[in-house]
């Protein structure tokens, strides 16, 4: 149970999966154009997006949660996160689930992204919510790995060059014992109005924030006629001191 393909095999996990489709589904619509990278282990949503013209990608990272699995339609492969194996530019819109919280080197996979994504793409990142119930189960791969609040992911976000524009929970169904009686949707829905912050997830849209690294101010610019000379910090005078007057009569 502690890896993600065992997991979606799961009742509970495809329960999971198709919450978390629609909530992905509302973000990112149908016509949502370009190429798509699954990174993680995004085999359960990759089919939102998959077309015949624009095909998805998925690269599962090399992790004891992400790694056992089968190989999705052909275009799957397993990376090291601190470096990608595409080139750069690459993807118009990138997916990461069960991918930051068990990665070692968050900042480097963070950067990783940064470089293969496009100048105007998107990323949706979902990440366990440390208030929510599922960071605490270890019945799935959202309880394994480090959760963050959604102060902390826009702090990861932002060293990596990210702004974030979008932040919603999902996942309020819980974790363990029976499934719900009522319908999922209503459950999603009053999860969202009454406990808004507690969600089992965070899924965050962002995009790169190219000019994260020029100063906010301009640089002050100083005629050459202003320049001050640079002070002699070992020029001092030679000649003695003069003694007080009292002294000298003394």
Same mark, same amino acid.
């Given at each position: 149970?502690?890896?993600?393909?065992?997991?979606?095999?799961?009742?509970?996990?495809?329960?999971?999966?198709?919450?978390?489709?629609?909530?992905?589904?509302?973000?990112?619509?149908?016509?949502?154009?370009?190429?798509?990278?699954?990174?993680?282990?995004?085999?359960?949503?990759?089919?939102?997006?998959?077309?015949?013209?624009?095909?998805?990608?998925?690269?599962?990272?090399?992790?004891?949660?992400?790694?056992?699995?089968?190989?999705?339609?052909?275009?799957?492969?397993?990376?090291?996160?601190?470096?990608?194996?595409?080139?750069?530019?690459?993807?118009?819109?990138?997916?990461?689930?069960?991918?930051?919280?068990?990665?070692?080197?968050?900042?480097?996979?963070?950067?990783?992204?940064?470089?293969?994504?496009?100048?105007?793409?998107?990323?949706?990142?979902?990440?366990?919510?440390?208030?929510?119930?599922?960071?605490?189960?270890?019945?799935?791969?959202?309880?394994?790995?480090?959760?963050?609040?959604?102060?902390?992911?826009?702090?990861?976000?932002?060293?990596?060059?990210?702004?974030? =524009?979008?932040?919603? +929970?999902?996942?309020? %169904?819980? *974790?363990?014992? !029976?499934?719900?009686?009522? /319908?999922? $949707?209503?459950?999603?829905?009053?999860?969202?109005?009454?406990?808004?912050?507690?969600?089992?997830?965070?899924?965050? =849209?962002?995009?790169? +924030?190219?000019?994260? %690294?020029? *100063?906010?101010? !301009?640089?002050?610019?100083? /005629?050459? $006629?202003?320049?001050?000379?640079?002070?002699?910090?070992?020029?001092?005078?030679?000649?003695?001191?003069?003694?007080?007057?009292?002294?000298?009569?003394?």
């Amino acid at each position: 149970m502690h890896t993600a393909a065992s997991f979606y095999a799961t009742r509970r996990g495809q329960v999971a999966a198709r919450l978390l489709c629609q909530r992905m589904a509302a973000i990112w619509p149908d016509g949502t154009s370009g190429h798509t990278l699954g990174l993680g282990y995004a085999h359960p949503f990759l089919p939102l997006w998959d077309r015949p013209d624009r095909p998805c990608v998925s690269a599962r990272l090399d992790t004891h949660v992400t790694r056992d699995a089968q190989p999705w339609q052909g275009r799957d492969c397993i990376v090291n996160g601190t470096h990608l194996p595409f080139d750069d530019l690459q993807f118009d819109r990138i997916v990461m689930i069960h991918a930051l919280e068990v990665s070692e080197d968050k900042n480097s996979l963070l950067r990783q992204v940064w470089k293969v994504l496009k100048d105007d793409g998107r990323l949706l990142l979902v990440v366990p919510n440390r208030a929510g119930l599922w960071a605490h189960a270890d019945n799935s791969p959202f309880g394994q790995g480090t959760p963050f609040s959604r102060r902390q992911i826009s702090r990861w976000l932002a060293d990596a060059c990210f702004r974030a =524009e979008r932040h919603e +929970d999902a996942l309020y %169904a819980p *974790p363990a014992g !029976p499934c719900p009686a009522a /319908p999922l $949707g209503v459950v999603e829905w009053t999860g969202r109005n009454l406990f808004p912050r507690l969600g089992g997830v965070c899924m965050i =849209e962002a995009i790169k +924030d190219i000019y994260a %690294a020029v *100063p906010t101010r !301009p640089a002050t610019l100083v /005629p050459a $006629g202003l320049r001050l000379r640079p002070a002699r910090i070992f020029s001092r005078n030679a000649t003695s001191r003069r003694q007080p007057r009292d002294m000298q009569n003394t």
